[in-house]
């Protein structure tokens, strides 16, 4: 902005900041609009704060074609079959009265943001249950952890960036760790792995001390996903990116071929096989980084921020991925700025602020909790923002987060 250029162009300014981070961003983008001196030019997945300031959007498709373009109602309002069906982000209130009407549920217009989505609900009573997260019952362990960090502190020479910090993970736990940026949650995930070394007697992952455990040993206990995905990359091309991993564990080169063949398949990234890991797009590399750690087969997963720049198909596959690994007793833990995933699939968050866990419960609590967001520099996520609002209308609405507790809790009014 020091240059004062008549053109902005961000390309996906958003991708690596906390929620209050990304609001900060559109109101400094708010006011450069109001200005009406300069032209800008987003490219963007996170639309639902955005999109209101939007005057016209480009589509973009496979292969560099223009897939679309409009204003956003004409985009997202009349297109949302084409962007669900081509694997595109659109506004989580789009995405919702999309899957009402697939319902049989009518609107009067597809809502681009909370405010539309307020105005055409609140003819509604939901009559059905959603998933009510109050009624979800917290889980206790009996079981021993299989990571359990004790209060534990860690500094960079002489900066303090974990404080005291103590957290048990069980087996089967799907876990997100969410704060502000510089919070130390990359920290924490590097002293799991031993990447930065912790103290003595204070990380201890199946029981035993990291420090302890032989390093080929913990990197088959423990998988974990750089935020950036290429600090993960130690090969020349993407195919023997992914298969080093099972080569060195010695499996027959047919099963290897085999395994190959189908990853390269499932993430889409077939055509660059033989393409070095950095010719890949930003999106590609996260599915590769992902793909590669997932190899190892370890019980415990951790990702730093999995899903940043992916569009919603692979967002999508990748989190059903996850979940079916952790339904087989896979233990998840992500670091993620999405409070969308964390309303979605995490049954527990650590919320970490200035090096110290300040919240370790279940999800609904945590979005009940203000004070705790407002230190976190959290966002609680947009349709439980919407059924906020609603329930000082209704209070059936109350405590609703994902498209599919609305639907639902909407689906009894069409026998209705
Ligand atoms: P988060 O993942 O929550 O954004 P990080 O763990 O990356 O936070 O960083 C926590 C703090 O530690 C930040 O203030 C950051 O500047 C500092 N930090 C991170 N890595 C290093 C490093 N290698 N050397 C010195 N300071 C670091």
């Known amino acids: 902005m020091a240059f004062r250029p008549s053109v902005f162009i961000f390309d996906e300014p958003t991708a690596n900041l906390d929620p209050v981070g990304t609001l900060e961003f559109f109101k400094t983008v708010e006011s450069l609009k109001k200005t009406d001196e300069h ?72 809502p681009l943001s909370i405010d539309e989505a307020y105005n055409s609900f609140k003819k509604f009573k939901p009559l059905g249950n959603g998933l009510k997260r109050e009624n979800c019952t917290e889980l206790t362990h009996h079981s021993s952890p299989v990571l359990d960090i004790r209060d534990l502190s860690f500094a960079y020479d002489d900066k303090e960036v974990l404080k005291n910090l103590s957290l048990k993970v069980h087996k089967g736990d799907f876990l997100a760790i969410i704060g502000a940026n510089g919070a130390g949650k990359t920290t924490l995930a590097k002293n799991i792995v031993n990447i930065i070394h912790p103290p003595s007697g204070k990380v201890f992952v199946e029981g035993k001390d990291v420090l302890k455990i032989p390093t080929e040993e913990l990197c088959h206990k423990v998988g974990y996903v750089f935020q950036n995905p290429e600090h993960q990359f130690i090969k020349n091309t993407v195919e023997e990116q992914l298969t080093f991993g099972l080569q060195s564990r010695g499996f027959p080169s047919e099963k290897i071929v085999n395994w190959l063949d189908s990853t ?64 087989l007793g896979k233990t998840i833990i992500i670091i993620t700025h999405d409070m969308n995933i964390v309303a979605k699939h995490a049954q527990n968050v650590l919320v970490m602020a200035e090096g110290e866990a300040i919240f370790n419960g279940s999800t609904h609590k945590l979005f009940k909790n203000n004070s705790i967001l407002k230190k976190a520099r959290l966002t609680i996520p947009p349709l439980l923002q919407l059924s906020v609002n609603l329930s000082q209308y209704y209070e059936g609405w109350n405590g609703m987060a994902t498209v599919e507790e609305y639907v639902n809790a909407l689906k009894p009014l069409k026998q209705n």
């Not at 595109?88 to 609107?107: D, G, R």
């Not at 996260?286 to 720049?309: H, K, N, W, Y």
């Open 264 to 327: 390269l398949e499932k993430f889409k990234i077939k055509q660059y096989a033989k393409s070095s890991p950095y010719m890949l797009s930003h999106g590609q590399k996260r599915l590769l980084s992902v793909a590669t750690m997932l190899t190892l087969g370890q019980d415990i997963l951790i990702l730093d921020e999995p899903t940043f720049g992916q569009d919603l198909k692979s967002s999508n596959e990748l989190l059903t991925f996850l979940k079916t690994l952790n339904e």
């Open 39 to 110: 032209t800008i030019i987003i490219i963007e997945h996170k639309l639902d704060e955005l999109i209101h300031l939007v005057d016209r959007v480009i589509v973009m498709g496979k292969e560099g074609v223009k897939l679309l373009e409009g204003t956003p109602y004409e985009v997202f309002g009349e297109n949302s079959d084409l962007l669900i069906k081509n694997g595109i982000w659109i506004p989580q209130t789009a995405l919702l009265a999309h899957k009402l009407v697939q319902n049989n549920i009518k609107l009067n217009n597809i």
